[in-house]
């Protein structure tokens, strides 16, 4: 029977691993619900963040808050860029799959040709760095990619609950023509919501750079487990998204330390079955 | 006249090349074969690829293979068994190669050994875990395991352990399921109780497994003397890591396939144990082929940005497989693969790991592996005794 120790400390791994989860499903689950544009080069963004980050900080000294203040500019304005190319071709939600994934396997390739396939680790002073609590012990760099996923899902959630421009997004999304006739630019917005989403990326390759150790091929790790958290979470929805991160984030844990670490990615799967069947309009 | 005599020397010095005969001229001879260019296994494999590439360029630079020169075709499998299959079958039947040689790592060696077979090819390949599974009679493998390697290399491994002041009592296994990783850490399992020590955890997770924060919970919670990690690439890494982020680090710690760079300069890497047939230090580098190959992979290995570019295992089994091909088709004369693998199952080579062997059971000969561990950010052998670096002893003793 696993110790009390064990099974907290496989709840608070759990809910850290979570909330990377849910940063990473933040901004896929933006541009699917608001834009129907099912964004797989979303992966291979977070992915180039991290390498970005990688690169500034172990190559050229750069810490990593500085790397960040400068990748989530550029990546916004590649977000946008993105997003012109989409609409110039119209591309449509199905499409939008197909024309996602082959950008992500340019990315793949892009990031191979520059960083090699060997694996890559930024080293810093504080990757081992934990805060403890009782018997428990919280990393924390993950402890920081947890609140900083929960910061930006309760703003981003403000945003489009409060602001203009966030009623006028879902507004959009919900009867284009409509919105329209009420002087709502979905043109605009959704350059602004890609730009968005593009820069959650970056936010999230910053903190897969510090946590994680990086490979090309990683862009194919993540797709799975955050397909399901922006589906089990509801699309657009990202206080959905965090919630759904933690919840399979904890199960997953939960399940290595009680059963066998080879039947987690069965618990977060079954849930997502369950769930599709139970409220099967979810997408 | 003294000076005369210089430059004449000089002159026929610089006529002929340097091993003394013509460059190899003709059709070249086309070795086909396939690495993880790409994917997971990509980090290992690229090592293959420059240790079969200075290999191809230095055989070129002598007489080549029976006085032709020699033209390496090599193609991305993507670490996928199943596009090595593929890759095989269009090696053989459309770019038709004369002779083929093995892929990395168990999955796609084990599915390129079954093209093999159909077409009846010699199968020359250098690391191949699962020794039992190689039917096939024309393979021959120079990753040196033995026969029995779930069971040979946790008895090299906790020998080692027991020769200490402080045997351990305790073990914990985690390993990947990557088949071979898989195969050898339940061997040890069986090894580790036979020897009356206590298994306290075995665990096995999904090659390619992200959260590691559960398992570094559950192999602190055993609180292990030794932790046997069965694992590829960077999984021991990242596993210790997780471990040191609950303040926590096993006393002892061993790592089946690791990417050996990583680890050994990792900070959490100090004292982390392996196996291998090759280090470079006396008296491996004592063979005339080691001293050669050592300065060539270390330019060509910092060229590529491989952060750990000294002659390890995986290198040297990889050249070892070459050195097989040479020898059997300079002894035989012959391209033909039946020539060629009757004559392997009849001699040994030498090679960079040592004297190989094809005439055990599955065509493997003896186990050459020893026990090394990271000391001062390089690999070093510690057991047996008579192989380890020059004063290098198992720390803790």
Not at chain 2, 220 to 238: C, I, S, T
Request: glycine residues 8%; contains cysteine; positive net charge.
């Amino acid at each position: 029977m696993p110790s009390a120790t064990l099974l907290g400390q496989s709840v608070v791994s759990g809910l850290l691993a979570g909330g990377l989860y849910g940063l990473l499903a933040l901004g896929l689950s933006l541009s699917w619900g608001l834009l129907r544009l099912v964004n797989l080069t979303h992966f291979a963004l977070a992915l180039l963040g991290a390498y970005l980050t990688y690169q500034l900080g172990h190559v050229l000294h750069v810490p990593p808050w500085l790397a960040a203040a400068a990748i989530v500019p550029a990546f916004f304005a590649l977000g946008v860029a993105l997003h012109a190319v989409f609409a110039y071709f119209r591309v449509a939600e199905f499409a939008s799959l197909l024309v996602t994934f082959g950008l992500a396997v340019i990315l793949e390739s892009m990031i191979q040709w520059f960083w090699t396939a060997d694996y890559r680790r930024y080293e810093t002073a504080y990757a081992t760095a934990s805060i403890r609590v009782g018997p428990l012990f919280v990393p924390t760099l993950e402890l920081l990619a947890c609140l900083t996923a929960a910061v930006l899902a309760f703003a981003t959630w403000a945003w489009l609950r409060w602001s203009y421009v966030g009623k006028a997004l879902r507004a959009s999304a919900e009867d284009p023509a409509m919105a329209a006739a009420f002087g709502v630019n979905h043109r605009a917005q959704a350059f602004l919501l890609s730009g968005v989403s593009a820069a959650y990326a970056g936010i999230a390759g910053v903190y897969i750079a510090l946590i994680a150790t990086l490979a090309p091929s990683q862009i194919w790790a993540w797709l799975g487990v955050v397909f399901a958290v922006v589906i089990i979470g509801g699309l657009a929805n990202p206080i959905g998204a965090l919630l759904a991160g933690f919840l399979i984030g904890v199960s997953e844990s939960l399940t290595m330390a009680v059963v066998t670490p080879a039947w987690a990615p069965l618990v977060s799967f079954s849930i997502l079955i369950v769930i599709l069947v139970v409220r099967p309009g979810r997408v | 006249m003294i000076r005369l005599r210089t430059v004449l020397v000089g002159l026929v010095l610089l006529t002929l090349p340097a091993s003394g005969l013509a460059a190899p001229a003709g059709q070249p001879i086309r070795i086909g074969g396939t690495l993880a260019l790409t994917g997971p296994l990509a980090p290992t494999a690229l090592l293959h690829k420059i240790a079969g590439e200075i290999y191809v360029e230095e055989l070129n630079r002598g007489n080549g293979l029976l006085g032709r020169p020699v033209e390496w075709v090599l193609l991305d499998d993507q670490s996928k068994p199943d596009v090595t299959r593929s890759l095989y079958e269009k090696l053989i039947t459309v770019d038709k190669v004369d002779l083929i040689i093995g892929p990395y790592a168990t999955s796609g060696i084990l599915a390129g050994m079954g093209v093999a077979q159909r077409y009846q090819k010699l199968y020359v390949h250098h690391s191949f875990g699962m020794p039992h599974l190689a039917k096939y009679e024309m393979h021959f493998p120079t990753a040196a395991f033995g026969p029995e390697p779930q069971r040979t290399i946790p008895t090299t491994v906790l020998d080692a352990l027991a020769a200490t002041t402080k045997p351990p009592k305790t073990i914990a296994i985690v390993t990947s399921k990557f088949p071979s990783a898989q195969y050898q850490s339940s061997g040890a399992r069986e090894v580790a109780e036979k020897r009356g020590l206590k298994v306290v955890l075995y665990l096995e997770y999904e090659f390619g497994t992200r959260d590691w924060g559960s398992l570094a919970a559950r192999v602190k919670d055993a609180n292990p003397d030794v932790l046997w990690v069965g694992a590829l690439g960077l999984d021991g890494n990242q596993l210790l890591e997780a471990m040191k982020k609950l303040d926590y680090t096993p006393p002892r710690h061993f790592h089946l396939f690791p990417a050996p760079g990583p680890l050994a300069l990792a900070p959490d890497g100090k004292q982390a144990l392996s196996v291998t047939v090759f280090e470079e230090h006396p008296p491996f580098t004592n063979n005339p082929g080691a001293a050669k190959l050592i300065p060539l992979f270390r330019e060509r290995a910092t060229k590529a940005n491989v952060p750990y570019p000294y002659v390890e295992t995986q290198v040297a089994g990889s050249w070892a497989a070459w050195q097989v091909l040479e020898a059997a088709v300079t002894a035989t004369k012959s391209l033909d693969d039946k020539t060629l693998g009757q004559w392997l199952r009849k001699n040994r080579v030498d090679t960079i790991i040592g004297k190989l062997r094809f005439d055990g059971p599955n065509n493997y000969g003896d186990d050459l592996f020893k026990v090394k561990q990271v000391q001062d950010g390089r690999w070093v052998i510690v057991w047996p005794r008579e192989s380890a670096a020059p004063g290098a002893r198992l720390l803790p003793p």
